[in-house]
DNA sequence: GGATAATTTGACCGATTGGTAAACATTACA
DNA sequence: TGTAATGTTTACCAATCGGTCAAATTATCC
């Protein structure tokens, strides 16, 4: 008798772990190209090399996959945010956030784009992180970046726009890479771009703290 | 007979233009948050308030009416870096280009996430525009910076990526709008958040050029 | 090796998809 | 006002959608 999801052991099965790796790979492959709604379990299903009613026997729904795509996905990305350091030198903190988060974009582009698209879709499936665990961890890391323009080490500027601002300048380059590819043109077409990218930005946010004036 | 768009007399009928007119602004409401797979036109079509095949009518297919949106958007989103003034102030043209965005991403933000959603994609209808038209444009305005630095009037930086960090940034409050607000809270639920970000970004970019500077 | 549980698949279902055909209604214009 | 073109709707189509089911296959463990 099938039981999805092994509901008679509790532990998972090696097989259990390794597919479902695979399907969550597939989906996010298509979800974070054509978002929630536009994706199909046919697609994902023929990305995973399965067949559609093996990919539901793991996952019930195609909302199921969505959820736990987007669960696992959530965490590692803020690990940058998180690790911004109170403690730290202000510069060198916001440089290595940026160079971080700019890192990510070059190696994690899908799941970059996966977020744009939830974003863009009003959050139907995640507006409870953004207003609990997100918006707690910025609101921690705001007063971190206060506590220094009040100390005198970094020039006084809206925390909260700093960070979005960082967000979306180093995101850009995942979401809209197919834009900032034709914009440069094909003399860019290998990683330089991001290289470029963190000089520029770096420079921009570095000055514009203050942190470069006698 | 009915044939659809008019094609025995040239002249567009005054239904026409109204009717197109109104299919247009409920089919931008249900693209910009789905996307062009996730949408359908039973949803256009109710929001547009008529039935489908009436649709269908003035708009073949699917496809044709996206066209026909991103045809009519794609112009007037590039106004503001059109405007761009090669003969004006540097610090003044780069403020007024940073509000015209904000202002955009406030009042247009269905426009900002349709042009998302698309870069989103890959850009599968608008790849030719941005490799053509758009570069163009850029690569103008680019100059114009670039010229600017050698000048001395403002301090040397990649011109491409400033023009990036100015899209990324302001862009952001139209796209991931439900994060701002998520972050923010409901005390920002006005507009307030808007002008909080042009005060901020334009500190931002005019530091960072070193227009401040002695 | 055999029993038992876990995995996989083909066939299928009702709902929804983009789109069509043709009848019906309305408008514009002589 | 008559009539031809334009506009609208109902009914429908094949394809695809998310998801189910039972049967077949494979892995696991004694």
Redesign the pocket.
């Known amino acids: 008798?099938?039981?999805p999801r092994?509901a008679?052991?509790q532990r998972r099965?090696?097989?259990?772990e390794e597919?479902e790796e695979v399907i969550l790979e597939a989906a996010l492959d298509v979800f974070s190209v054509h978002g929630f709604r536009g994706?199909?379990?046919?697609?994902i299903a023929e990305v995973a090399g399965?067949?559609?009613?093996?990919l539901?026997?793991?996952f019930?729904?195609?909302?199921a996959m969505h959820r736990a795509l987007i669960d696992r996905v959530l965490f590692t990305w803020l690990e940058p945010l998180r690790a911004f350091d109170a403690n730290g030198n202000p510069e060198s903190e916001i440089r290595s956030y940026i160079r971080r988060k700019l890192e990510m974009a070059r190696d994690f582009p899908r799941e970059s784009r996966l977020f744009a698209n939830e974003m863009l879709q009003g959050a139907p499936h995640v507006e409870d992180e953004l207003r609990g665990p997100l918006k707690s961890l910025v609101d921690e890391k705001a007063e971190v970046i206060r506590a220094w323009a009040k100390a005198g080490k970094i020039a006084k500027c809206d925390p909260y726009h700093l960070i979005f601002s960082i967000w979306s300048t180093t995101q850009h380059y995942a979401d809209f890479d197919v834009q900032v590819r034709a914009v440069l043109g094909q003399e860019h077409s290998g990683d330089g771009r991001f290289e470029d990218a963190a000089r520029y930005l770096e420079k921009l946010f570095v000055d514009g703290l203050g942190m470069r004036r006698p």
Request: hydrophobic content about 30%; proline content about 4%; glycine content about 0%.
């Open positions: 008798m099938a039981i092994a008679k052991t099965t090696r097989i259990q597919k994706s199909t379990i046919d697609q399965m067949s559609k009613p093996n539901l026997y793991y019930r729904t195609k909302e």
